[in-house]
């Protein structure tokens, strides 16, 4: 796509403005876009919503300062193919390709550099938002900074971002990877706390760090090394490639102690199989990934036929059909003070039993209101995607609402893509209801975004 500059950009919030003009005053705002990455049931609609098909792409890069201007609506996979050519990436770069700057920041993105960095709203330095009164303000922490801090977590309830200015850092352009294996997440969670507050392991830099448990007794983390050459210990052989052949990442990690990637395929390493979820479409078969084109194993083609299934009920039906119980949706990222995710684990494991959990490290550095964790505080991200058979209790979402109950009694927090069940009062206990309240009466004083407990928990 290459650089738009400033004009195209001056064009892009002209059309968003034209597209809000046209919405009726007495209509509730909502973005006219055809994509997400979203969980949550969305109300179908007629009514025009904002134009942002015009917001993508990187405005600017500065490659001294170590900043970029971006869309909000740019995609991670457009910025860091721009990036790259400079040896640039991100503070942060969630794992999915089609995840958006603005999407990562209204909602929360994660990877493994955030046991460093945090989350990607912390790298921005400034932003442009279009608000509910139809304007654009631009925040930072010393302008605006109610709206620059309520901002994250908040999921266009607040504004949409047009404009983003984050920081970048410089990367070789090799990773070398390290598999360990944990038997007891006792020992498991003292690595994790051990290298977030050194950096290193062994005596060996960590600069992105992240793991899976793939049953009881059987955890990984993986310790990721920025290099310059494009070899690996022991052996002298070149980088590994899953990026659309038969090899598939994840299964990698059982099989390896040591591995090589570029940095482009480190970053894009969960998306090809949508971290394991491509499971669900045959696409880890071997006999059907031959076939499977590379350019459609990706995570955004899995979305669409995940769109599919549950447009027709096709997974609905098979089950039926086999007189299987009916599937709950157990699709969450959670956070969890890293002294008890062992003891989130054996739980999850017991109660759930949905394998495997994506663990991902991370700490805060200062504190965000809609999503309040103790900056320096270290907590391990589990996400886990996927279905559980419980039958006619479905309806009433007992996996998730226990999931719900127990990250709360460990003092966690969870993150709001996906269903949440939380009543008023506990849903604004956890996320500052009062402070998000506040900051919308300034900034959309005419109510016309839909609130957060509205996009997130309430039922329709």
Same mark, same amino acid.
């Given at each position: 796509?290459?650089?738009?500059g400033?004009?195209?950009?001056a064009?892009?919030?002209?059309?968003?403005?034209?597209?809000?003009?046209?919405?009726?005053?007495?209509?509730?705002?909502?973005?006219?876009?055809?994509? @997400?990455?979203?969980?949550?049931?969305?109300?179908?609609?007629?009514?025009?919503?904002?134009?942002?098909?015009?917001?993508?792409?990187?405005?600017?890069?500065?490659?001294?300062?170590?900043?970029?201007?971006?869309?909000?609506?740019?995609?991670?996979?457009?910025?860091?193919?721009?990036?790259?050519?400079?040896?640039l990436?991100?503070?942060?770069?969630?794992?999915?390709?089609?995840?958006t700057?603005?999407?990562?920041?209204?909602?929360?993105? #994660?990877?493994?550099?955030?046991?460093?960095?945090?989350?990607?709203?912390?790298?921005?330095?400034?932003?442009?938002?279009?608000?509910?009164?139809?304007?654009?303000?631009?925040?930072?922490?010393?302008?605006?900074?109610?709206?620059?801090?309520?901002?994250?977590?908040?999921?266009?309830?607040?504004?949409?971002?047009?404009?983003?200015?984050?920081?970048?850092?410089?990367?070789?352009p090799?990773?070398?990877?390290?598999?360990?294996?944990?038997?007891?997440?006792?020992?498991?969670?003292?690595?994790?706390?051990?290298?977030?507050?050194?950096?290193?392991?062994?005596?060996?830099r960590v600069?992105?760090?992240?793991?899976?448990?793939?049953?009881?007794?059987?955890?990984?983390?993986?310790?990721? @090394?920025?290099?310059?050459?494009?070899?690996?210990?022991p052996?002298?052989?070149?980088?590994?490639?899953?990026s659309?052949?038969?090899q598939?990442?994840?299964?990698s990690?059982q099989?390896?102690?040591?591995?090589?990637?570029t940095?482009?395929?480190?970053?894009?390493?969960?998306?090809?199989?949508?971290?394991?979820?491509?499971?669900?479409?045959?696409?880890?078969?071997?006999?059907?990934?031959?076939?499977?084109?590379?350019r459609?194993?990706?995570?955004?083609?899995?979305?669409?036929?995940?769109?599919?299934?549950?447009?027709f009920? #096709?997974?609905?039906?098979?089950?039926?059909?086999?007189?299987?119980?009916?599937?709950?949706?157990?699709?969450?990222?959670?956070?969890?003070?890293?002294?008890?995710?062992g003891?989130?684990?054996?739980?999850?494991?017991?109660? #759930?039993?949905?394998?495997?959990v994506w663990l991902?490290?991370?700490?805060?550095?200062?504190?965000?209101?809609?999503?309040p964790?103790?900056?320096?505080?270290?907590?391990?991200n589990?996400?886990?995607?996927?279905?559980?058979?419980?039958?006619?209790e479905?309806?009433?979402?007992?996996?998730n609402?226990?999931?719900?109950?127990?990250v709360?009694?460990?003092?966690?927090?969870?993150?709001?893509?996906?269903?949440?069940?939380?009543?008023?009062?506990?849903?604004?206990?956890?996320?500052?209801?009062?402070?998000?309240?506040?900051?919308?009466?300034?900034?959309?004083?005419?109510?016309?975004?839909?609130?957060?407990?509205?996009?997130?928990?309430?039922?329709?």
């Amino acid at each position: 796509m290459g650089l738009i500059g400033t004009t195209a950009h001056a064009a892009a919030v002209d059309r968003l403005r034209a597209s809000y003009a046209a919405i009726a005053p007495d209509q509730r705002v909502r973005l006219a876009k055809r994509t @997400t990455n979203l969980f949550r049931q969305r109300d179908a609609s007629s009514a025009p919503g904002l134009d942002v098909a015009w917001l993508a792409g990187v405005i600017s890069l500065d490659t001294e300062a170590l900043t970029a201007d971006v869309q909000g609506m740019c995609t991670y996979e457009d910025l860091v193919a721009e990036t790259l050519k400079y040896g640039l990436i991100p503070y942060v770069v969630p794992q999915l390709r089609t995840i958006t700057l603005g999407g990562a920041v209204t909602g929360l993105g #994660i990877e493994s550099t955030s046991f460093r960095n945090g989350l990607p709203h912390e790298s921005v330095v400034e932003m442009d938002v279009f608000t509910g009164s139809g304007e654009v303000v631009t925040c930072s922490p010393e302008q605006n900074s109610d709206l620059y801090l309520t901002f994250p977590n908040s999921y266009g309830s607040l504004g949409y971002a047009t404009r983003l200015r984050i920081r970048l850092e410089k990367v070789p352009p090799y990773v070398a990877l390290r598999h360990v294996r944990f038997h007891e997440t006792d020992k498991l969670a003292s690595a994790i706390a051990e290298i977030a507050e050194s950096g290193s392991w062994q005596g060996v830099r960590v600069d992105g760090l992240d793991g899976v448990a793939f049953q009881p007794g059987e955890y990984y983390l993986t310790l990721a @090394t920025w290099q310059d050459t494009a070899t690996q210990e022991p052996s002298d052989s070149g980088p590994s490639d899953y990026s659309g052949g038969q090899q598939i990442y994840f299964r990698s990690i059982q099989r390896r102690e040591t591995d090589l990637l570029t940095m482009h395929d480190y970053l894009w390493r969960w998306d090809t199989d949508w971290f394991w979820c491509s499971g669900a479409f045959g696409a880890q078969n071997p006999r059907i990934r031959r076939f499977w084109p590379k350019r459609y194993r990706r995570s955004d083609v899995y979305m669409k036929l995940l769109g599919l299934d549950r447009r027709f009920g #096709i997974a609905d039906r098979l089950d039926q059909r086999a007189g299987r119980p009916l599937r709950e949706r157990v699709i969450q990222d959670v956070e969890v003070p890293v002294e008890r995710i062992g003891e989130f684990l054996d739980w999850f494991d017991e109660e #759930i039993g949905m394998r495997p959990v994506w663990l991902c490290p991370l700490r805060a550095t200062r504190s965000w209101s809609s999503y309040p964790l103790e900056p320096g505080r270290t907590y391990v991200n589990a996400g886990f995607w996927g279905t559980v058979h419980v039958g006619p209790e479905r309806v009433d979402a007992p996996r998730n609402r226990a999931i719900e109950a127990k990250v709360h009694e460990l003092d966690g927090h969870k993150s709001l893509y996906s269903d949440s069940f939380y009543d008023r009062a506990t849903f604004d206990a956890l996320y500052d209801g009062a402070n998000l309240a506040a900051v919308k009466r300034r900034y959309d004083p005419d109510d016309r975004f839909t609130s957060l407990y509205e996009k997130a928990a309430q039922r329709r």
